[in-house]
Structures are given as structure tokens and as C-alpha cells.
């Protein structure tokens, strides 16, 4: 069975960083589709952050460029999304998500999520 486990979440105040991490069970991220989507109350889910390709490129939302970068650690097994200069925007529940076959960026049906952990910025 399949399982990702989203942690790292929190509370902090506007110009805060955080970093998610999403460990996998049953699953290896080595060479497969991740990503990282976020949905705020009354919004839908929106692609954060999403490995485009088995070459490494990666795609990121355009409010969030230049302040998340999306890693993976093959030997923990674990996902990563740094998030500097956070910004009250940013609140939001978000997921890990990935999948064996790659598809299109972001769009794609990903088989696999996380639970979600939350993150709350105050201004």
C-alpha cells in the first residue's frame, strides 16, 4: 500500500519560511511525477510546484517563483517544498501528490496524495 505523509506545516507570520516534507511508503520518488498543490478555503486546488519532466524540470506557480523550490531526497525517500518569504496569500492546506507515469504538468490525475498539513501566515 501506498502512503504519503505530509509534515511541517504551521503558523507563522508574513516574511516566514517553512519547509514541507512529504515521506513515502510503498512508493520511490526516484524518476516519477510529484508535486506539490494547495487549496485555500472557497478556492479550488492549484498546482504549487510540479516535476515536469524525468529530467528534473519544474514547473512553479508564477505567485510562488523565486520564493518555493521543490527537492526530493531519493535515500529518505521524502519530498520537499522550501517556502521562503511567505505571505499571507500563501494560507492554504497543502498536499504532496505523485504518480509512476508522467502526464501533463500539474493536470495530470496523480494516483497517490498525501493528507495535507496546513500553513497559516498572519500579516
Known amino acids: 500500500e501506498v502512503q504519503l505523509v505530509e509534515s511541517g506545516g504551521g503558523f507563522l507570520q508574513a516574511g516566514g519560511s517553512l519547509r514541507l516534507s512529504c515521506a513515502a511508503s510503498?512508493?520511490?520518488?526516484?524518476?516519477?511525477?510529484v508535486a506539490w498543490f494547495r487549496q485555500a478555503p472557497g478556492k479550488d486546488r492549484e498546482g504549487v510546484s510540479c516535476?515536469?519532466?524525468?529530467?528534473?524540470?519544474?514547473y512553479y506557480a508564477d505567485d510562488v517563483k523565486g520564493r518555493f523550490t521543490m527537492s526530493t531526497d531519493n535515500a529518505k525517500n521524502t519530498l520537499y517544498l522550501q517556502m521562503n518569504d511567505l505571505k499571507p496569500e500563501d494560507t492554504a492546506v497543502y498536499y504532496c501528490?505523485?504518480?509512476?507515469?508522467?502526464?501533463?504538468?500539474?493536470?495530470?490525475?496523480?494516483?497517490?496524495w498525501g493528507q495535507g498539513t496546513q500553513v497559516t501566515v498572519s500579516s
Open positions: 501528490a505523485a504518480d509512476s507515469y508522467w502526464g501533463e504538468t500539474c493536470a495530470q490525475d496523480y494516483a497517490y
Open positions: 516535476l515536469a519532466s524525468a529530467v528534473g524540470d519544474t
Open positions: 510503498g512508493f520511490t520518488f526516484d524518476d516519477k511525477a
